[in-house]
């Protein structure tokens, strides 16, 4: 599943490549048009402009700077359209290729600073065609009402690629913020608003990928609460809803910010400790085992005692989640077999179907 910003980058790199296929076509023929009929001037100025687009196109290949080479290819635009006004092009009609200029900045930057540079284009042109010669580079072609005309569709056009630029920066703002809600929830019990197991896969990714690089140590745990089923049909679902979130609060508030905790499933919740040993892990699950047996119960009617039992065990290489949460549940069911209400570690010195066990 892609998330917003490769989509994004991907988007960015269809609208560079077609820009450039496009743009490039266009520079390359009319400069051949240009050198066969012998106005060589804008010929190499075409050319010229080919070969910079060229360039860019090479240098955002390479290094998927797609802002850079905005800020490039614009400056490449804006002085060709300040070229084509003063000369005025082929028969004075190089102010018209002004226009999709005036779209593809606005495409390129963006709502805000094409907009900025899309206005001083437009000044700057206003300022050549709209006060006579100028020392001699503005055509006289350029009549008054075509002048005056001329900047008002310019400034028409912009309004209008500014509000679709707009719109789609909107759209994709909007669409992130929906994508990173669909996230979040896809990734979150709803009942207790801690993390379900698509959660904590990706954290223990995260602490994998940590682990490799720095050679952090961290331990996982199973907890489970203790005959839930039977004080489930004695005092009914919402009661039991009730607890479940308890012990939750219960849990996240006994761990550190960087520690994890996830709902496993039904009754049973997962714990990931950063570096951590196992040892250490049964300090910290301990303190969590008294919390929960001390109010657990608290703000319902259930009179039984609730208490919890833990399975643990700590992260060796190349083990991947499924793994190590079955050798932390075969510690898990030591200690129910074992009278719950207490804690057992997996043995590090056996595998996962060999499990030495020890009561901590």
Known sequence: MKDFDSVEKARRHHQFRWIFLIGAAFLAIFSTINFYHDRNQIAFILLGSFLLASAINVYTLKTGNFQIAAWFYSSILFLLAVYLVISG??????????????????SLLGHVYGFFVAVILIGVLAIFMGFGDFQGLVPSDYDEPFKSRYVVTLLALMGLAWAIEWVRSWGSES???LNEKIIELSRTDQLTGLFNRRGLEERFDSKVNRSKRGG??????LLDIDDFKVINDKYGHLVGDAILCKVSDIISSELRTIDTVARWGGEEFAVLLSNTSLSEAVIATEKIKKSVQESACTDTKVTEEITVSIGLTSYQPSQTLMEIIDIADAALYQAKIEGKNCIRTSSERKTSQQSGLHIV
Do not use: A, R
């Open 216 to 221: 952090e140590s961290f331990s996982i745990g």
């Open 175 to 177: 669409f992130n913020t």
């Open 89 to 106: 092009g082929v028969e004075s009609t190089g102010p018209l290729w002004v226009y999709p200029i005036i779209v593809i900045m606005i």
